[in-house]
């Protein structure tokens, strides 16, 4: 079992900052890859970014490309994402995964994801 919580939610201007943090622990030695969604009222549940562990590699939603920037840490087993240049549309609760497993799988379908977090909410104000 993987457990896996974000923090670093909240409440910040339009054109503002933020950074989230998830702590993935347990049985972590054959992450794969993590990764950061986001679901608003309404709306499914959509990809931001993730990472692909063991390699690095990065991928990103159009939507945030050049504004969030994914990192991690795996001495820590953590997870970041840093929120630069905010806007009411970024306004969701975000959520981490941990995608476990010898193969990795693409990394940017949810459904490929082992173990979620329960959340953190971000809004942006106008």
């Known amino acids: 079992q993987v457990q896996v919580v974000e923090s670093g939610g909240g409440l910040v201007q339009a054109g503002g900052s933020l950074r989230l943090s998830c702590v993935a622990s347990g049985r972590t030695a054959g992450t794969s890859a993590m990764g950061w969604f986001r679901q608003a009222p309404g709306k499914a549940r959509e990809f931001v970014a993730a990472?692909?562990?063991?390699?690095?590699?990065?991928s990103y939603a159009e939507s945030v490309k050049g504004r969030f920037t994914i990192s991690r840490d795996k001495a820590k087993n953590t997870l970041y994402l840093q929120l630069n240049a905010l806007k009411p549309e970024d306004t969701a609760v975000y959520y981490c995964?941990?995608?476990?497993?010898?193969?990795?799988?693409?990394?940017?379908?949810?459904?490929?994801?082992?173990?979620w977090g329960q959340g953190t909410q971000v809004t942006v104000s106008s």
């Open positions: 995964a941990a995608q476990i497993g010898p193969v990795l799988r693409t990394i940017t379908t949810p459904r490929n994801y082992d173990y």
């Open positions: 990472i692909a562990w063991r390699l690095g590699s990065t």
